[in-house]
């Protein structure tokens, strides 16, 4: 074992900062990364399918992100206040976001969405939140709820996910299924007065949203006076230039992001209606504390990240970049689709854009019960196999990410390792264990 990894191990639990939690004797340390591949301190090459989870859509090591932050670090690395840097990609973002008419930095997506939420709460004056089982929002207590429950309760009931969250703020947090605008306008309907927001990822995960499902979120939120909140923490600027606003062309009150915004920099924005983010305006806290709503972040908009952000958003503003993301995931999810026929295995290929994950089922996936595996141990067995074939990604299988780095050469190579990968997981895995779906619809 390579010294760094057995420090690594001792370091950090499961010897990494989270999810990526390998068997001890797969665990390894990254040396570097260009374009899409990384190298380890063993010298070992990988193909990169998790890019930063999506932070670095540039690509690793970009030189325009590299030039950028380089000249930006020898101007300051941190104010904690507003520099040219950070106004001018928040004049950027408010110029192409329907959505955000202000906005405000932050560090991470998780507390961009941790604001938004706070916000709606404020605004409305109302304590629940309405969001989407299976769907992530960041590591706060609402982000993470009904994230992965393997036998899920009647809606809207939610389950934690997760030890040491509040167990009384369970109780103001609503659990709906994604793509099913009938039971979700009723539970609206039926909490239309405690109901402050609605916050959905508009592409959960890998499944996209069904025609009509985002304007019918839109509709029932004005209804009632609640605030549809979009996290485009991973949909922004990946999907489309103005994300998921404009690829699907519904606009919310409040929308987070995070993510590729940043170029592989951490950075966190969120932003909405100006009568909405009045709320976190300070002198409130004297001349109107009950409207005002507590928000700071000490290396929110700071002028490394903001620079990194600003050269980003100009690579993507690019002459056919969008046109490249789609079509690159197309090929990708075509090929990864016919890996599993030429295997007889039962699966389907979801995502949009440069977005890519594996269900084994063949029901029609449409949220998160829906496309939840029939047989995990495969899906589990198959992510290690690829790793150990030389492709880098999260071993819990949630998405593959693509970025501008990566080539349709990447995606048959990426390809070519899945079949190797999943033939070896068939033979060590039983097609009994299946894993059952549960839960209905309850009041």
């Not at 994604?178 to 309907?189: G, K, Q, W």
């Not at 909405?272 to 908009?301: H, I, N």
């Not at 389907?348 to 440069?354: F, S, T």
């Not at 033979?427 to 299946?434: G, K, L």
């Amino acid at each position: 074992m390579h010294p760094a990894i057995a420090r690594s191990l001792a370091a950090f639990p499961a010897g990494c900062n989270g999810e990526f939690d390998l068997p001890a004797d797969m665990a390894t340390v990254i040396a570097r990364g260009e374009g899409c591949r990384l190298w380890t301190v063993e010298g070992r090459e990988l193909l990169d399918f998790s890019m930063g989870w999506g932070s670095t859509l540039p690509g690793h090591a970009r030189p325009e992100i590299v030039a950028a932050v380089s000249e930006a670090v020898t101007r300051g690395a941190n104010f904690s206040y507003v520099t040219e840097a950070s106004l001018a990609v928040a004049e950027e973002i408010i110029r192409v976001s329907p959505a955000c008419e202000q906005l405000r930095f932050c560090a991470s997506g998780t507390e961009s969405t941790m604001y938004c939420l706070r916000l709606a709460r404020a605004f409305t004056g109302r304590p629940k939140i309405l969001k989407f089982e299976g769907a992530y929002h960041g590591a706060h207590d609402t982000g993470v709820a009904s994230l992965f429950p393997t036998a899920p309760p009647d809606y809207p009931h939610s389950t934690p996910s997760s030890a040491g969250v509040d167990a009384h703020g369970q109780n103001n947090i609503l659990i709906a299924p994604f793509n099913d605008a009938a039971t979700v306008a009723e539970l609206i309907r039926q909490h239309q007065h405690e109901l402050a927001g609605v916050i959905v990822e508009p592409l959960q995960r890998c499944l996209p949203p069904s025609p009509g499902f985002l304007e019918s979120l839109r509709t029932a939120c004005t209804d009632v006076g609640a605030l549809l909140i979009f996290d485009e923490v991973v949909t922004g600027f990946r999907l489309a230039y103005g994300g998921a606003q404009e690829l699907y062309g519904v606009v919310p009150d409040l929308v987070a992001y995070g993510k590729a915004l940043g170029g592989g920099l951490p950075i966190g924005v969120y932003g909405g209606r100006r009568d909405v983010m009045q709320w976190v305006v300070e002198k409130r806290m004297t001349t109107a504390p009950e409207a005002y709503v507590w928000t700071a972040s000490t290396l929110g908009g700071n002028p490394i990240s903001t620079a990194a952000a600003s050269a980003a958003l100009a690579i993507y503003r690019g002459e056919g970049v969008y046109e490249q993301l789609h079509e690159l995931g197309e090929y990708l999810r075509a090929g990864v689709g016919q890996v599993l026929r030429d295997l007889g295995v039962e699966g389907q290929v979801l995502g949009d854009g440069p977005l890519a994950s594996v269900a084994f089922t063949l029901r029609q996936a449409t949220d998160y019960r829906s496309s939840r595996h029939d047989r995990p141990d495969l899906a589990r067995q198959l992510m290690l196999n690829l790793f150990t074939r030389g492709v880098f990604l999260n071993p819990m299988g949630t998405k593959l990410y693509l970025s501008l780095a990566h080539t349709a050469a990447d995606c048959d190579e990426f390809c070519n390792r899945m079949t190797d990968a999943l033939a070896a997981a068939l033979e060590t895995s039983s097609p009994d264990r299946r894993e059952p779906v549960a839960g209905t619809v309850g009041s």
